[in-house]
Structure formats: structure tokens, C-alpha cells
């Protein structure tokens, strides 16, 4: 490949590397990222003669101009975020000077504005795609650098030095620079070793550089996932259509800390989000007397306890009273939660979450949201989050039995009858089916397990829906379609123990997840999404029942090859986030005492290896054997330069007698008197002699000259001058 087409190439990596970490940000538009690819693959080709750069230069830079005042007015007049315009503006320059390339100097300003826009990435792009561009920027960096400073170099300072001591003028580089001997596939290999230093560099900067954390990126918005059924109303029939949908919602890591769980959990869990009291028309919402009034929480000793009634716990949790946060910990599951951004204000926990544990910003102390309890004991962030969130749920994993739930006395408080309530729409033979089915049962519990049953046995799971206009959909699901997706199970389930006088409420949210062997965790996708029904008991609270069919729980689509590569770039992502992303002092700290008890050789707790035990006799070990094999390479290095100045070393050099006498060979070999492979000097000049060669007797001198000069102890400078003198005799008597 020509040497110009080589650091071509290399530059236009370089420059994707860059705006491919822009452009893979959430912030980024599809249309911006069309036309800033279109403007980079068009610039490839706007080379002269075909493109007229001159011309057109002053044009692009008013234009450049023109976008950047109004990239400023939109800023100041319209609030636009600052970093998105600077970001546009960034695109604008680069594609402008990619279309106006011309020496080593424009490819210098673009060097720096693809920098520019790495940096301005950090921000935008905090995900596994910018650890693949920096990594691919460094290397092809590597590259760019090296090849723009030889091309400088040819372009600034090859020039050609007369003998006669006349001034010097350059030479004429697009030769040099179409050559395809100048680099090729071995100097691109070794200059990519280069970006493996850079890369170790990197890192122990960012270990050792004194760390923000995850409170400085937890400032920059996002556009959150759009999700049905998790706005103040929902509709059935949202679910269903974001059923197969495998975009990644959270992940949830399981068990105390330092010891997380490594199995997936045997029984599916329900991750509880949004929480609804009122039905009509087909529509979940929230009654009048609930809406829009969400309750703070009060924190203990840094932990936030939800003061809802969980099964299991006593009521009231009133965290002035005492309530040990220590053993909540100890005794409740913990689940260590990397929420994606949602348009929502929904916080997700298993069912059901006492407590949340919410990290704060290292600058501002202040909590990365702040939770509050909704009206119906669900857990909301204060504002919408537009950024992905990270917590720790506590939730009492409690099942009551059935002889408890048999105990439960019928509920007759005033305050409870919202859970009653039964929308007009709804025929009385939906009343008349409850009736039938709950009948001869006694307690609660055996109502509840009556109509699960009926519901599990008479009707299947689809997710191909058909409703007719004008219908009620619950009436509809059970008398005629008898088919439907979780939406239809829980909500019908609802609709029929309120008809026989038993509380519940509808609650959407997500249900179980898929475990992720790599990273050991749950990773939960819009796919998993589901609803299902909470049953009030009198002496127990509210306890969750699922009504959907088997057929219709999680289905895992992901297995084969493809389905574990998308296991191991996920847990990629997951520790990029967690060892990157949220690398703060904290972590840094702690990383810093695990250096030092590696080095003072102090083992683990409950650590009896040999690596423990001898680990620092291994590290003096190491450090010698360091050390003692940079001194033996120095000291190689130095011995070959000494042999190299010695004066005996110049022989089994290019020396310059024999540059002078190739030059003569090539001059006969010219004129058609070629030497033979084998043909010492003495015999060439005997066989012209021979023959009667005109030059014969010069061809002698020569040889006799370049004897005295290529075996001489020292180079003499007059006996060079001779033999270049009579080179130039030579070449001008065959020229006649």
C-alpha cells in the first residue's frame, strides 16, 4: 500500500474511532449520525483534481461560522444543552477539515478535534461502547502519529544537498509519498505494540488519579426507555407488545456483599414496580383521593426504610423507634440494583422492599434521587431520573402459609373500600361467575385459590390479542376470547374477588429475569415485563398472587451461541460500569490497601496458600529478575555500539568505495559489457584488455583504485575523490 493511502487510511480510523464514540451516545439522533457518516465517507474522496479545494475553502469556513453563531444563539435563546451543541458544532469543524485536507498541517487540526470529541464522549457515552472506541482510538493514534511525522518530515526537511556546496532546495515528495516501500504490515504491527504502553499508562492514571465517581456522570440527562405500564394509567394490552423485547431494563446482583449469589434463584422472582386501585374502560389508574400523593421516607443511620407493610415484618416500621438497619441487612434479601434510564419514576425491588440503601455523589453529598412512597406502597424517584440509577433494595422474602392466610378475618374498614370498587361497564355476569366459582369456599385464601385455578385451567396464554371495539375487555377475556397475556389474568382475577367482596389491587412490574453465568446476575429486559394481583388479608397485609399460566411466564429465548455472546457482552458492559464508570475514591481507597497487603505479603482472612504465605519473597523475586534483565539488555545495547564504532566493524558495512564501484558496474552493464555472477575485478579488467575495450585501461585504474580504497585500515578522502572522479570518467566515455 502507497505510504500517502496508508496514513489516509490511518487517519480516517482514527477520526471514525472518535465519532463513533459520539455517535453510539443514547444522546445522540439517528439523523445527526447519518449525516456525520455520509460528511466523513464523501470527504474521503475530495481529493484534487477532482474536487476543487481552493475554491471551496472560503466558502466551508463561513458556513462553519455561520453554524457556530447559530449553535450559540440556540443555546442562549432556547436552553438548549450546551455539550449537544458543542458536540454538533465539533462534527461540523471535523467534516470541514476532512474536506479541506491538503498538507500535514490540516491533518494536525483534525487530529485534534477527533480529541476533542473523545473527551467531549466521556460525558455523553458512558456505556461499553466508548471503552471499544477509546481502545480502537489509541491504536490507530499509534499509527496516524507515527506515519503524520514522517510525512512532515518528508514534506518540511527531505532535501537534496549539492557536492559543490551550492544552497540546498527540496526535493519533489509525491514520489516518496506514492511510494510502497516505505511501510508496510510489519512497522503497522510493531507501531500497534506502542498502543499497548499507551493503554497500560491509561489505566494506572485513571487508578491512581484521585477519583469523582459515578456522582459526576449521574449529572449528565439521558432519554429513558419508553415502557407501557408504569405511567399513572395503563391499558390492557401494553404489555403484549413488549413482550419479546430484549433490551436490558436492570441488573440486579444477589446476596450480601462480598459473597453475591452464584446460582439463579430456583423460584422466579417479581420485581414489584407500579401499584393501581381503580378500574374502568379497560384502564388501571390511581382513585382521586390517592392520586399524585406520594409520601416521603425518613432515613436511619443512612439506610431509607419504606414504611409500608411487608409480609413477615411487624407493623408499623417507624424508624424513629429504633429500628436496627444492621440486622435489616443481615435478615432481608439484598439485591444490588443498576436500573437503565426509564420515562418513569418507578423504582423496582423485589417483592416486597422494606428499605433502600441509595449511594450519594462524592462532591455534593446529595443522594443520586431521592425515594419516596406512592399512594399505594410503591417506590417512586422525587423527580423523573435522566440518568440510570444505582441502589440496594432490601425486601422480606416471606410466604405466608396457607393455614395463616386461612385465619384472616373479613376486612370491614371504610378506609378500605377503594379496593372494592367495581366499574359500572362490567356485566352482572362477571358478578354471577365470580359467585359460582367461589362457591362453598369459606376463608379468603380458598376464594383466591378457587379463581387462580378457574382462571389457569379455563383460559390460555397468547400474546396474540383479539379485541373488538366497544367491548369490555375483562367480559370479553372471560366469556369469549378465553386467551390473553398476563394483563388479562391478573386483572380479570381482580375483577372477580372484588365481586365477591375481597380487596386487591393490580400491580405491574417485571417477573423473574434472565441469570447471566458470566457476570453471576440477574439481568432483567423489557421482555420480562408482567402483572399480577396483591390480595389484602386482615392479619397478614398485602400478599402477591400470580395468576397467569405456567406457558406464560418468562420464556428464555436466549440460548445457543449467540445467546452466550450476549451473556458476555453484557457482563462486559456490567463491569464496565461497575469498575469504570462507578470507580470513585471509595473504591480507589480500597484498592490502594489491597496493593499495599499484597506487597507487606499479608494474607486473606481464613488464607493458608503459598501465595499468601510466600507472596513477598515472590515479589522481591520478581522486582530482581526485573532489574537484572534491563541491566543485561543496556548493557548488549552497549556492547553493540561499541563494536559498531570499532574501526575493524566498518568492513562488513556498505562502505563507500563499494557504493562508487556499483556505480561503475552499472555503467557497463549499460553499455552491454555485463561481469558475470562469480567474475572477480582483476578478471573483468583482463577480459577487456582482451577484447580490445576501449575503456579497458580506465577500467583498470578503477579497480585498482577501489583495491587501495575498500581494503585500506582508514578511509582516505583523496583516494575517494579519485575514484568518484574516475566513475565519472568511465560513465561519460561509454555515454559517447
Known amino acids: 500500500m502507497r505510504f500517502s493511502l496508508t496514513h489516509k487510511l490511518a487517519s480516517y480510523l482514527m477520526v471514525l474511532a472518535a465519532v463513533g464514540s459520539l ?31 481552493q475554491r471551496l475553502t472560503l466558502p466551508w469556513n ?83 502519529l507515527v506515519l503524520f511525522h514522517l510525512r512532515r518530515e518528508m514534506e518540511d526537511n527531505y532535501l537534496l544537498k549539492h557536492a559543490d556546496g551550492a544552497q540546498s532546495e527540496k526535493v519533489e515528495v509525491a514520489r516518496i509519498l506514492n511510494s510502497r516501500r516505505i511501510v508496510g504490515g510489519t512497522f503497522l504491527a510493531g507501531t500497534a505494540l506502542l498502543s499497548i504502553g499507551v493503554l497500560i499508562g491509561s489505566a494506572t492514571i485513571f487508578m491512581l488519579f484521585p477519583r469523582i465517581g459515578v456522582g459526576l456522570f449521574a449529572t449528565q440527562k439521558r432519554h429513558g426507555l419508553a415502557m407501557a405500564g408504569f405511567s399513572e394509567r ?58 399524585g400523593r406520594p409520601r416521603p421516607v425518613y432515613p436511619s443511620q443512612g439506610l431509607f426504610v419504606m414504611l409500608d407493610h411487608a409480609p413477615g415484618v411487624k407493623q408499623p416500621l417507624e424508624p424513629r423507634r429504633g429500628l436496627d438497619p444492621a440486622r435489616l441487612r443481615r435478615s432481608l434479601l439484598r439485591q444490588r440494583i443498576y436500573l437503565e434510564p426509564l420515562a418513569s419514576r418507578v423504582i423496582f425491588g423485589a417483592d416486597r422492599p422494606v ?40 425486601s422480606k422474602r416471606y410466604r405466608p402459609t396457607p393455614e395463616l392466610m386461612r385465619q384472616a378475618a373479613p376486612e370491614r374498614r371504610p378506609e378500605m373500600a377503594p379496593f372494592l370498587r367495581l366499574p359500572r361497564e362490567v356485566p352482572a355476569r362477571v358478578r354471577d361467575l365470580a359467585r359460582r366459582i367461589t362457591a362453598g369456599k369459606q ?73 447471566n453465568s458470566f457476570g453471576n446476575y440477574l439481568a432483567v429486559r423489557q421482555g420480562d415485563a408482567h402483572a399480577w394481583t396483591e390480595v389484602w388479608f386482615s392479619n ?23 445467546g452466550a455472546l450476549r451473556q458476555m457482552i453484557d457482563a462486559l458492559r456490567l463491569r464496565w460500569f461497575n469498575h469504570v464508570v462507578e470507580y470513585d475514591i471509595g473504591k480507589q481507597l480500597r484498592l490502594f490497601s489491597r496493593i499495599k497487603r499484597f506487597v507487606q505479603g499479608k494474607p486473606k482472612r481464613d488464607s493458608s496458600s503459598l501465595l499468601s504465605l510466600y507472596r513477598r519473597p515472590l515479589i522481591v523475586g520478581a522486582v530482581v529478575l526485573g532489574i537484572g534483565g534491563v541491566l543485561l539488555l ?92 574516475l566513475v565519472h570518467q568511465l560513465r561519460a566515455e561509454l555515454a559517447r
Open 23 to 53: 455517535l453510539l451516545s443514547p444522546e445522540t439522533s439517528e439523523l445527526t449520525a447519518i449525516l456525520a457518516l455520509i460528511g466523513v465517507a464523501l470527504s474521503w474522496f475530495a481529493e484534487p483534481p477532482r474536487y476543487p479545494q
Open 62 to 144: 463561513i458556513g462553519t461560522l455561520v453554524f457556530f453563531i447559530g449553535s450559540l444563539l440556540r443555546v442562549v435563546l432556547t436552553d438548549a444543552p450546551l455539550i449537544s451543541a458543542g458536540v454538533h458544532f465539533l462534527l461540523v469543524v471535523l467534516i470541514n477539515k476532512l474536506f479541506n485536507r491538503r498538507s500535514s498541517k490540516d491533518y494536525q487540526q483534525i487530529y485534534v478535534v477527533s480529541f476533542l470529541m473523545l473527551v467531549a464522549a466521556t460525558t455523553l457515552n458512558t456505556g461499553l461502547a466508548y471503552a471499544a472506541c477509546f481502545i480502537a482510538y489509541v491504536v490507530f493514534t499509534t499509527w496516524s
Open 234 to 291: 395503563v391499558e390492557l394490552g401494553q404489555h403484549g407488545r413488549i413482550r419479546d423485547n430484549p433490551q436490558v431494563v436492570m441488573r440486579i446482583i444477589l446476596g450480601p456483599k462480598g459473597s453475591p449469589r452464584r446460582s439463579p434463584p430456583a423460584v422466579p422472582i417479581l420485581w414489584r414496580g407500579s401499584v393501581y386501585d381503580q378500574y374502568a374502560n379497560g384502564s388501571w389508574t390511581h382513585s382521586s383521593y390517592v392520586s
Open 355 to 394: 428499605a433502600l440503601d441509595v449511594p450519594r455523589r462524592k462532591l455534593s453529598r446529595r443522594r443520586l434521587f431521592t425515594p419516596q412512597r406512592g399512594p399505594l406502597g410503591e417506590i417512586r424517584a422525587r423527580r423523573r431520573r435522566t440518568t440510570g440509577a444505582l441502589y440496594i433494595a432490601y
Open 443 to 515: 376463608t379468603v385464601y380458598d376464594k383466591v385459590q378457587a379463581v387462580m385455578s378457574y382462571l389457569q385451567t379455563r383460559h390460555r396464554y397468547t400474546l396474540e390479542l383479539e379485541h373488538r371495539k366497544g367491548r369490555e375487555p375483562i367480559d370479553e377475556f372471560l366469556f369469549e376470547t378465553r386467551r390473553g397475556h398476563c394483563e388479562y389474568f391478573a386483572s380479570s382475577m381482580a375483577i372477580l374477588l372484588r365481586a365477591v367482596g375481597i380487596h386487591t389491587r393490580h400491580v405491574n412490574g417485571f417477573s423473574g429475569g434472565k441469570w
Open 540 to 562: 397478614l397485609g398485602w400478599i402477591a398472587f400470580d395468576p397467569t399460566p405456567s406457558q406464560g411466564q418468562t420464556r428464555d429465548k436466549g440460548g445457543g451461541v449467540l
Open 634 to 725: 543496556l548493557r548488549r545495547r552497549g556492547w553493540r555500539l561499541r563494536r559498531q564504532a570499532a574501526p575493524g566493524r566498518r568492513r562488513h558495512q556498505r562502505h563507500p568505495a563499494s557504493k562508487l564501484y556499483a556505480r561503475a558496474l552499472a555503467a557497463l552493464a549499460k553499455a552491454n559489457v555485463l561481469r558475470p555472477p562469480g567474475m572477480t575485478a582483476a578478471e573483468l579488467e583482463r577480459a577487456l584488455a582482451a577484447r580490445g575495450h576501449p575503456c579497458a585501461e580506465l577500467v583498470r585504474q578503477l579497480g585498482s583504485c577501489y583495491d587501495a580504497c575498500r581494503f585500506a585500515e582508514v578511509v582516505d578522502d583523496e583516494q575517494l575523490r579519485r575514484l568518484e572522479t
